[in-house]
């Protein structure tokens, strides 16, 4: 058995948020990073990576749709946490059954607003804009089988500028992010721990 909680990060895009944690829990003893898995080939992460003795894995479509790979590769590893970090595809019923209640995940909005089938990224700022929110901000949820209805852990919020765009408001929101959700998973994950 491990002496720390073992992590694993899956992603569709750039891997901010994923980079972001990799740098947070590099020094951490009781929580260690084993595994980025990616949709999208990802040099400059995977070198990080590397570095940092994390194994990382690009998947295919095939595979994406395969939640026994999933299961597979993160049950080889004995990972115990999956953190989701811009991962834009709806995780299986049978994986969500693998990992009950130990799936987590990031949202750019005040959920129950502006959540669900399509609204991730640009779409949700533009939304938000577009119904003169006065605030916007993140939710840290459990993941379950339906999107963005998960057990909600933390929100943050930040005031909306009239004057706000989609750009200035994607700013303000992976500031957001970077700042609260590696701490967030951390007194999550180290709460639960018997």
Known sequence: MNSFQSLAIFISGAGSNAKNLISFFSDKALIKIRLVVSEKVNPEL???CNKHS???????KLQIADSNFL??????RRIQWVVLAGYLKKIPLNFIE???????NIHPSLLPKFGGKGMYGDYVHQ???NSNETYSGISIHLVNEEYDKGQMIAQFSIEIDPTETV????????QLEHSHYPLVIQNHIL???N
């Open 127 to 129: 939304a938000v804009i």
């Open 71 to 76: 299961i597979d590769i993160c049950q080889k």
């Open 98 to 104: 693998a990992y009950p209640n130990q799936i987590i």
């Open 46 to 48: 995977e070198e990080i």
């Open 167 to 174: 750009e200035s408001l994607r700013q303000k929101i992976r």
């Open 54 to 60: 994390i194994d990382f894995i690009t998947i295919t």
């Open 191 to 193: 709460k639960g721990e």
